[in-house]
């Protein structure tokens, strides 16, 4: 196999693992009339634990320290995968379910290749903006069609979920380019480790909260901290390094559909038709759009 073949295989393992993100989150936190774990608890906390990991894995390899001229995007890749995404996510995800989380975030691909265009100073074709333009139209009409035609304060979060993974994407896919993906990863939890672990012991729950919460919040803090913030991103840079960010991106098209399966199990929540059908134009308009040539700009 070829070097794009185990990249594109490296990001479908990648994306299943994070498929599971938004369904375990959302187990983690609990909802509006059964609350969990707090949200900022959960973003913290699931950094922190992958912080810890991530020292012991370094010190394991002997990995040797990322050069200064890779540390502005590795505190980029922070902001937007460590902080925004699992933030924005897990406040969105106390007001609405995991399927209707996982439509919503299906524009992750056109976002992340937008990002991508930009930084690699690409000009993506009029065919390309046209798709991404109508991917957001059907987010935001599935959004006002499940908020009885208005948009909700959750879905506003949920597209800054978006905005931030597609930044974090991109600058961590850009470091993984020269140095092993499982080591970027590590570098960026242990570099908010000073940040994220002070504040998980703050936001620790009170033992009165603490006797409310279910082992589900629990085993679901667990996943997001092992695999949705760690070990997922193992296989997700470097199969973007191996493959290329503007191609492995586009195994993200499974995401939404995977999330909506995941979440039948997980929560037992209902697969309604209309939500299928939303997801799939999602998918399949992403699709098209990442099939849309790109130029170098002059």
């Given at each position: 196999?070829?070097?794009?073949?185990?990249?594109?295989?490296?990001?479908?393992?990648g994306?299943?693992?994070?498929?599971?993100?938004?369904?375990?989150t959302?187990?983690?936190?609990?909802?509006a009339?059964?609350?969990?774990?707090?949200?900022?608890?959960?973003?913290?906390?699931?950094?922190?634990?992958?912080g810890?990991c991530s020292?012991?894995?370094?010190?394991a390899?002997?990995?040797?320290?990322?050069?200064?001229?890779?540390v502005?995007?590795?505190?980029?890749?922070?902001?937007?995968?460590?902080?925004?995404f699992?933030?924005f996510?897990?406040?969105a995800?106390?007001?609405?379910d995991?399927?209707?989380?996982?439509?919503?975030?299906?524009?992750?691909?056109?976002?992340?290749?937008?990002v991508?265009?930009?930084?690699?100073r690409?000009?993506?074709?009029?065919?390309?903006w046209?798709?991404?333009?109508l991917?957001?139209?059907l987010?935001?009409?599935?959004?006002?069609?499940?908020?009885?035609?208005?948009?909700?304060?959750?879905?506003?979060?949920l597209?800054?979920?978006?905005?931030?993974?597609?930044v974090?994407?991109?600058?961590?896919?850009?470091?993984?380019?020269?140095?092993?993906?499982?080591?970027?990863?590590?570098?960026?939890?242990?570099?908010?480790?000073?940040?994220?672990?002070?504040?998980?012991?703050?936001?620790?729950?009170?033992a009165?909260?603490?006797a409310t919460?279910?082992?589900?919040?629990?085993?679901?803090?667990?996943?997001?901290?092992?695999?949705?913030?760690?070990?997922?991103f193992?296989?997700?840079y470097?199969?973007?390094?191996?493959?290329?960010v503007?191609?492995?991106?586009?195994v993200q098209?499974?995401?939404?559909?995977?999330?909506?399966?995941?979440?039948?199990?997980?929560?037992?929540?209902?697969?309604?038709?209309?939500?299928?059908?939303?997801?799939?134009?999602?998918?399949g308009?992403?699709?098209?759009?990442?099939k849309?040539?790109?130029?170098?700009a002059?």
């Open positions: 196999m070829d070097q794009q073949g185990r990249g594109l295989l490296l990001g479908v393992l994306v299943t693992i994070f498929a599971m993100t938004l369904p375990m959302r187990l983690a936190v609990g909802d009339a059964d609350p969990q774990l707090p949200p900022g608890f959960v973003t913290a906390g699931r950094a922190a634990v992958a810890l020292v012991v894995y370094l010190l390899v002997r990995a040797p320290r990322p050069g200064w001229r890779h502005p995007a590795l505190l980029v890749c922070a902001a937007g995968t460590v902080v925004g699992p933030l996510a897990a406040l995800l106390r007001q609405v995991a399927m209707h989380a996982a439509v919503i975030t299906g524009v992750l691909p056109l976002g992340t290749a937008i991508a265009a930009l930084a690699l690409q000009r993506p074709s009029n065919g390309f046209i798709c991404a333009v991917g957001c139209a987010v935001l009409a599935f959004a006002a069609w499940t908020g009885s035609g208005q948009l909700s304060a959750a879905d506003g979060l597209l800054l979920s978006v905005a931030s993974a597609s974090g994407y991109v600058a961590g896919a850009r470091v993984s380019a020269v140095l092993p993906a499982q080591q970027v990863i590590s570098w960026i939890l242990v570099i908010t480790l000073p940040l994220t672990a002070p504040v998980a012991l703050w936001l620790w729950p009170e009165p909260l603490r919460i279910g082992p589900g919040a629990w085993l679901g803090f667990g996943y997001v901290s092992l695999f949705s913030m760690w070990l997922g193992f296989a997700w470097r199969g973007l390094a191996l493959g290329g503007m191609r492995v991106s586009q098209l499974l995401q939404p559909f995977l999330a909506l399966l995941f979440a039948v199990p997980v929560l037992g929540e209902r697969l309604q038709p209309l939500t299928l059908v939303f997801a799939l134009a999602v998918m308009v992403v699709f098209i759009g990442r849309m040539p790109t130029a170098r002059a």
